[in-house]
């Protein structure tokens, strides 16, 4: 016979993860942005700031990430200057689960926020 045959290596997206521990939160990301087989860029950011106690790991359509991560950074902002309070990360939460809602599916982009 001819014995065992491992799995063949399965190629994938990209990996983003945190870990949560009792003084915050690591994100970590892979840098590799991929069109299908084709290797776009060896160095792409896929850690985003969003406020100064927010950071957000994203994944999927990249420009559908970019624009939704710098929209929700804006709109922190703006809620930060008119309360003149750090925005609180559920805040940001609810945020971004009420723009996504609004597209229906249609962005393709999925974020880990800490």
Same mark, same amino acid.
């Given at each position: 016979?001819?014995?065992?045959?491992?799995?063949?290596?399965?190629?994938?997206?990209?990996?983003?993860?945190?870990?949560?521990?009792?003084?915050?939160?690591?994100?970590?990301?892979?840098?590799?942005?991929?069109?299908?087989?084709?290797?776009?860029?060896?160095?792409?950011?896929?850690?985003?700031?969003?406020?100064?106690?927010?950071?957000?790991?994203?994944?999927?359509?990249?420009?559908?990430?970019?624009?939704?991560?710098?929209?929700?950074?804006?709109?922190?902002?703006?809620?930060?200057?008119?309360?003149?309070?750090? &925005?609180?990360? &559920?805040?940001?939460?609810?945020?971004?689960?009420?723009?996504?809602?609004?597209?229906?599916?249609?962005?393709?982009?999925?974020?880990?926020?800490?």
């Amino acid at each position: 016979g001819a014995g065992y045959k491992p799995p063949k290596m399965t190629k994938t997206g990209t990996t983003i993860c945190a870990v949560m521990f009792k003084d915050g939160v690591i994100l970590g990301a892979d840098t590799r942005s991929t069109g299908g087989d084709l290797v776009a860029d060896k160095n792409c950011e896929k850690l985003h700031y969003i406020a100064p106690n927010i950071y957000c790991a994203g994944a999927g359509t990249a420009a559908d990430c970019d624009k939704t991560t710098r929209n929700l950074s804006s709109q922190l902002e703006l809620h930060r200057l008119n309360t003149g309070r750090q &925005v609180p990360v &559920v805040a940001a939460n609810r945020i971004v689960k009420q723009q996504l809602f609004r597209y229906q599916g249609y962005l393709g982009t999925y974020l880990i926020m800490g």
